[in-house]
C-alpha cells in the first residue's frame, strides 16, 4: 500500500511538473492547468501604444524609447521587460516590470462592477521609475517636493499635502475646483480626507504605495470600501459607495480609481495618466 502511493504521488508531481514547463514554454495552446495557474508577464498587444502613452505621460523625465529600452532624460535605461512570462500575481506585483504595469487596461468609461480575478490595472508599478521620478521617502527626497493645497475651499475642506512633481499638485488642484462645482450631496465622500503622503508600503507587501511618492489621495474613509476589510478567506466580492460623477473628475485629471480593481480600494486616487486614454496636456 506504502509503495502504491508513493508511486501515485510521484506521478502526480511529475505530471505537475510537465504542465509547468508546458506553460514556461508559452505555447498558444496553453492546458487548462495553466490557466488554472494564472502566470503572469506576457506583454498585452498593444504594448507599444501603452509604452508611447507612458512617454507622452511624463515628458519631464522621460526622453523616449530605443528599442526595447526605456530612456530617462537623466540618462537612465530602464529594460522595457524581463523576458519572464510565468510570475505568480504576487510576482506580478512585487518584481514586475515596464510592460508588467500594462497586463489589464484600466477601463476607462465603463460603469463600475465585479472586475475579473486579479484585474487591478494601476496596482502594478515599477518601482525604480517612480522612484526616479519622485524620490526616496525614507531618504527625505520626497517631501522636499511637497506643496500644500486648499482641498475644496467652497467646502472648507482644509488642506492636503501633494507632490509638485509631474505637476499633480495642478491636477489635484484642478480636480479640486472641479469638485467644488458638485452638488453638495457629494461633499460627504469628499471630506475629511483619509491621507494623501504617507511613506509606506502597500499593505500586506514589500512594494511602496503610491502614498509612498505623495502621488495619491484618499477619500471620507467612512463612505470607503476596501477588500482587506473583509474576509480574506474568501474571494473579493465587490464593493462600492462613490459615486461615478466623482471618478470621472479625477480621471479627467489623470488620476485612476482603486475601485476598478478587484482587489478594490474605493477611496483610493492615484495620479497615472499612462493608463488613461487620454493623456492630460493642458499643463504640460
Not at 81 to 101: A, C, H, N, Q, V
Not at 163 to 184: F, M, Q, R, W
Request: proline fraction near 7%; charged fraction near 25%; hydrophobic fraction near 35%.
Amino acid at each position: 500500500m506504502r509503495d502504491w502511493l508513493i508511486a501515485l504521488i510521484t506521478g502526480i508531481c511529475q505530471l505537475a511538473a510537465y504542465c509547468t514547463a508546458i506553460c514556461a514554454a508559452n505555447f498558444a495552446f496553453l492546458p487548462l492547468y495553466c490557466r488554472a495557474q494564472e502566470l503572469y508577464g506576457t506583454p498585452p498587444a498593444d504594448i507599444d501604444v501603452r509604452i508611447e502613452n507612458l512617454v507622452k505621460s511624463y515628458p519631464e523625465w522621460i526622453l523616449g524609447r530605443e528599442g526595447d529600452v526605456l530612456v530617462l532624460k537623466g540618462g537612465k535605461k530602464f529594460q522595457i521587460s524581463d523576458g519572464i512570462r510565468t510570475k505568480t500575481f504576487d510576482e506580478l506585483l512585487e518584481k514586475p516590470d515596464i510592460d508588467d504595469m500594462f497586463y489589464v487596461p484600466y477601463p476607462k468609461g465603463p460603469e463600475p462592477a465585479q472586475p475579473a480575478r486579479n484585474s487591478d490595472p494601476g496596482r502594478v508599478r515599477y518601482e525604480p521609475l517612480f522612484v526616479t521620478m519622485y524620490g526616496d521617502c525614507k531618504l527625505n527626497e520626497v517631501s522636499r517636493n511637497l506643496r500644500i493645497i486648499e482641498w475644496l475651499p467652497k467646502r472648507g475642506g482644509g488642506k492636503v499635502s501633494i507632490t509638485k512633481i509631474n505637476g499633480i499638485d495642478l491636477a489635484l488642484e484642478s480636480v479640486s475646483k472641479d469638485l467644488d462645482e458638485l452638488p453638495l450631496g457629494f461633499t460627504k465622500y469628499l471630506k475629511p480626507t483619509s491621507g494623501t503622503y504617507n511613506c509606506r508600503a502597500v499593505a500586506g507587501s514589500i512594494v511602496r504605495s503610491m502614498h509612498a511618492y505623495a502621488a495619491s489621495i484618499d477619500l471620507n474613509a467612512s463612505y470607503a470600501n476596501y477588500w482587506r476589510w473583509t474576509s480574506l478567506s474568501t474571494e473579493p466580492k465587490w464593493q462600492n459607495q462613490i459615486p461615478l460623477q466623482i471618478v470621472r473628475v479625477f480621471e479627467k485629471h489623470g488620476f485612476i480609481w482603486g475601485g476598478y480593481w478587484y482587489h478594490y480600494d474605493t477611496m483610493h486616487f492615484e495620479y497615472r495618466p499612462e493608463l488613461l486614454a487620454d493623456v492630460p496636456g493642458s499643463r504640460r
